[in-house]
């Protein structure tokens, strides 16, 4: 059996739609989406991926922000909705919300071990709103106890989505430029470190695409980045041991030009079998 996961950052669900974003969903092969910024309700989601999905999502108490969901195929073993948890424990603060979301699937491989998705949409940060950036170390401080809490029990764990941390020096095209920047600080990075060696998780599109440049995930809006491939590599699918050695193949869905992006992201779509 197999697994085919994307997560993308949309930028509002609404103008993705207005852009394209159905063409994308009718050509992938994902069998399970994570989304992240999606600040519009289940059922826009719903009516976009239209039938034979289940969906479902955390919104923000901030309007207008945030939002995490995750769409499934139903012809999966399904995302058991009983098993959906919204939010990480203890942050319960309105800039907390619409950033968490895990959702089970029973037994996704057939071996009897069931499969936590994560969606996350992590705090961005700026160092000139120093409040900012004391909200996204409170975010990855609980991050870190619940992520080894999952682990604890032997079950397969993804964490997917917009981390907004470029984690080393070929995830970001100007990190000479950046290393004073929110999204590229050693204090963030850092995280990552501890995850990846600490904590024995995986960077699956790393280990898949190789020490090289990239391949990046989200180009600034400005001037000629996208064009350019001025990139940042922010987008992580990050797995326990097992399941990234389940990983078959990693692919960036970037937009053939600028005019045709229906996001400032792209797709990561990585394939588990």
């Not at 930028?11 to 994308?24: E, H, Q, S």
């Not at 995302?79 to 309105?94: H, K, N, S």
């Not at 064009?227 to 869905?253: C, K």
Request: a negative charge; charged letters at 25%; proline letters at 4%.
């Amino acid at each position: 059996m197999s697994l085919t996961l994307a997560t993308v950052n949309v930028n509002g669900l609404r103008a993705a739609a207005r852009k394209g974003m159905a063409d994308w969903l009718a050509k992938t092969a994902a069998d399970v989406i994570t989304l992240q910024e999606v600040r519009a309700p289940d059922e826009l989601l719903a009516g976009l991926v239209g039938e034979g999905w289940t969906i479902v999502g955390q919104a923000s108490e901030l309007k207008g922000r945030n939002g995490v969901a995750i769409a499934a195929r139903t012809s999966l073993a399904g995302i058991d909705l009983e098993g959906v948890r919204r939010g990480l424990p203890g942050l319960t603060e309105p800039t907390h919300t619409g950033r968490w979301l895990e959702a089970d699937l029973e037994d996704p491989f057939g071996d009897g071990t069931p499969l936590t998705v994560i969606s996350c949409y992590m705090h961005s940060g700026n160092t000139e709103k120093p409040q900012t950036m004391t909200d996204k170390y409170a975010f990855l401080d609980v991050m870190m106890a619940r992520l080894a809490a999952l682990r604890a029990d032997g079950r397969h764990v993804v964490l997917t989505g917009d981390l907004n941390i470029a984690h080393a020096n070929n995830d970001i095209k100007n990190w000479k430029g950046n290393l004073k920047s929110a999204g590229f600080l050693p204090e963030e990075r850092a995280y990552l470190d501890r995850l990846l060696v600490e904590g024995d998780w995986v960077d699956v599109h790393r280990r898949l695409s190789g020490d090289v440049p990239g391949p990046y995930t989200w180009w600034s809006q400005r001037g000629k980045a996208f064009d350019n491939d001025s990139g940042w590599r922010i987008d992580y699918q990050l797995t326990d041991p097992a399941l990234a050695e389940r990983a078959a193949s990693a692919q960036v869905d970037r937009a053939p030009s600028y005019d045709t992006r229906w996001s400032d992201h792209a797709p990561l779509v990585i394939s588990y079998t």
